[in-house]
């Protein structure tokens, strides 16, 4: 299948080499999918009143200088306070507005405001009423061009053409780092991806790697200090196992090598076989745990020798990736497990079941075992370990995991664990917060999970580089291994293949499944990473054509958007930050996606009304195709892809 288009990418120095680091993925076959993130507000299209908004003061927004919605509510928060000034409990309603209705931005705050005051002593006859004093008391902006009050009170806002354009030339001379959203916490810890140690990452992993990284990407650039934990799975009985094996087959522990131990899945595949069917070998297993977990030099030897393999082999992964991690896996928090366990028994949490340890939890019909019947600590202990680290050693604000949406229960009880502890506010929206950040399953064509033919699961190194190869044979089928240097064509095929995977994954509503399919992903046409960086590039080809400096036409030139699709391009870009917000907020990636694809259909529409070199608004027009490339990358930064920049 060809690719429609030839790319070259300007890839960016190599990542600094990841520290890597259990899976935490337990996959299910159903899940109660949550729903997309959707303006829902209503609108009327009845206006009973228009006014213009005077201009002579500008509005204080300097908290806020590139978010454009929380400019807006700062408005009407301030016409909030002074046209119900009793009634300081009240939030601005702010949304932008739907395609095809009235204004840019509308307040919604008329209607909730109206029940609120109904019954007290008040001037108003009714929402409509709240509607007019919230426009009258709007305090004068030179962003706002008109307001108008539709409906049961519904504030409409169209905002002033220039001061957008203004906005824009702003950002082309600072940067886009001035667009970026503030959040409420300074520091936050992504736990993400996950491997078990001893086995291969598959294609189970794909969906936790790289939708932690976009998570951890737009906190980063939202200025919050991210913490990327690999929580890996390097600790627990099946060590013994694996180790055990490991000296029947290297007797000389000196000699092990990534040689010796071979293919991982299938070195782990033949320890479980014979811990299952040998009850000898079994039995020394079992104590090769414990010797292990008494600090045996030997066997911690082999232990790290061990995982010191499986980290070269997920680097592999992480390298293709481009994703950054650092391990803190199972063993960094044994040794805190105890002091843990002891200080939820000493606050009455802990009680005996069956001979184990649990904590009974309102709500749920299984109790959350801490220490197992033997003695043991378990999944449940480690990781309330791991909380208890990061909100008291590390200080973490928010604490975000990705998994699959099949762990829903076991996190969801954790974090009651942890509030009945006191370690966490009892509302879910309070800092410091915990969320768990669920994921559908990746499913092959037949609708069943994705495996290869001869039902194994499939390695994600070997889907990545499928995706290359694929991406290569189109460019060479267009002849661009003629035209282009061996390492170009290879820069450009990895740019396109992996970009591709990743943005098929990631536009989807993480909650829900979707089907893995080359063929859809790496089309030109649609809502594709191929089609974006197309657009992209040739965006990137009219500024070149037009053979101007852009960085002098940044400083000189003057952008306005005196036309439709001008404008409509532009309030798009205008709203990238509180896009970014609103995915970091509800942590859900394909929010930004949605507005990257818009923003590439709104240019297109743009682009093919609008003369950009030659005409006479040319230096306008090229500004606002720089403004979009520049919003583009950054978008592509933010979900992991490489950008491409020449057709």
Not at 125 to 134: E, I, M, S, Y
Not at 285 to 291: D, T
Not at 462 to 471: F, G, H, I, Y
Request: with cysteine; net charge neutral; aromatic share 10%.
């Amino acid at each position: 299948m060809a690719i429609s288009l030839n790319l070259v990418p300007v890839i960016a120095a190599a990542p600094p080499s990841s520290l890597f680091t259990f899976t935490r993925l337990h996959h299910l076959p159903s899940y109660s999918p949550s729903g997309v993130l959707r303006a829902t507000a209503k609108r009327f299209a009845f206006v009973t009143k228009s006014v213009s908004v005077t201009t002579t003061m500008a509005s204080s927004v300097q908290e806020h200088p590139g978010n454009l919605k929380r400019q807006v509510e700062k408005l009407f928060d301030a016409s909030l306070r002074s046209t119900v000034p009793d009634e300081t409990g009240v939030e601005t309603e702010v949304a932008a507005s739907l395609p095809g209705k009235p204004g840019d931005y509308q307040c919604n705050n008329a209607m909730g405001l109206w029940s609120i005051i109904k019954g007290k002593k008040t001037q108003f006859k009714g929402p409509p009423a709240v509607g007019q004093a919230l426009l009258k008391n709007l305090p004068a902006s030179e962003m706002v061009e008109s307001c108008s009050v539709a409906g049961p009170g519904f504030v409409n806002v169209i905002l002033s053409s220039k001061w957008m354009a203004k906005s824009i030339e702003n950002m082309l001379i600072d940067g886009i780092d001035t667009w970026a959203p503030t959040l409420p916490v300074k520091r936050a810890v992504v736990d993400f991806s996950s491997p078990n140690i001893a086995k291969e990452m598959h294609v189970g992993h794909l969906r936790s790697t790289i939708i932690g990284d976009t998570l951890a990407r737009m906190l980063e650039y939202s200025k919050v200090e991210v913490l990327r934990r690999n929580h890996v799975g390097d600790w627990g009985t099946q060590f013994g196992m694996l180790i055990e094996y490991l000296f029947e087959k290297v007797p000389d522990t000196e000699s092990v090598t990534e040689t010796a131990i071979g293919d991982l899945q299938t070195f782990y595949k033949e320890s479980k076989s014979k811990f299952d069917s040998d009850p000898e070998f079994k039995e020394k297993a079992q104590k090769a745990v414990v010797r292990l977990q008494g600090g045996d030099a030997i066997y911690r030897k082999a232990w790290t020798k061990i995982c010191d393999i499986s980290r070269a082999e997920f680097a592999k992964v992480y390298q293709r990736l481009r994703v950054e991690l650092e391990e803190k896996g199972e063993s960094f928090y044994n040794p805190y497990i105890a002091k843990v366990i002891e200080e939820l028994n000493s606050k009455g949490l802990i009680e005996e079941s069956e001979g184990a340890r649990v904590i009974f939890l309102e709500g749920f019909n299984i109790p959350l075992m801490v220490v197992k019947s033997d003695g043991g600590f378990n999944y449940a202990s480690t990781d309330l370990t791991a909380l208890w680290y990061r909100l008291n050693e590390e200080k973490a604000e928010w604490i975000i995991y990705v998994t699959d949406v099949g762990q829903q229960q076991h996190f969801s009880m954790f974090f009651k664990a942890a509030r009945k502890a006191g370690w966490l506010p009892e509302s879910d929206k309070t800092y410091p917060r915990v969320d768990h950040v669920g994921f559908g399953l990746v499913k092959g064509e037949d609708g069943k999970r994705f495996r290869t033919r001869s039902s194994e699961v499939v390695r994600l190194v070997d889907l990545l580089d499928e995706a290359k190869t694929r991406s290569k044979t189109a460019l060479v089928e267009r002849g661009k291994d003629k035209e282009w240097t061996p390492e170009e064509l290879d820069q450009t095929a990895e740019a396109v293949g992996y970009g591709a995977v990743k943005y098929a994954d990631l536009k989807n509503n993480r909650s829900t499944s979707y089907i893995f399919n080359f063929d859809q992903m790496l089309s030109d046409k649609g809502n594709t990473a191929v089609y974006l960086l197309y657009a992209h590039a040739r965006i990137c080809s009219i500024i070149r054509k037009s053979g101007k400096d852009i960085d002098d036409l940044k400083k000189t030139g003057k952008l306005a958007l005196d036309h439709p699709e001008e404008r409509a391009l532009g309030l798009h870009l205008l709203r990238f930050a509180e896009t970014v917000e609103a995915a970091c907020a509800n942590l859900l990636p394909h929010v930004l996606c949605e507005y990257l694809y818009e923003l590439s259909e709104r240019y297109t529409t743009f682009y093919s009304v609008h003369q950009v070199i030659g005409s006479a608004e040319e230096a306008s027009r090229l500004l606002l195709c720089e403004a979009t490339a520049i919003v583009m990358r950054k978008c592509f930064h933010l979900l992991g892809i490489t950008p491409v920049y020449k057709i």
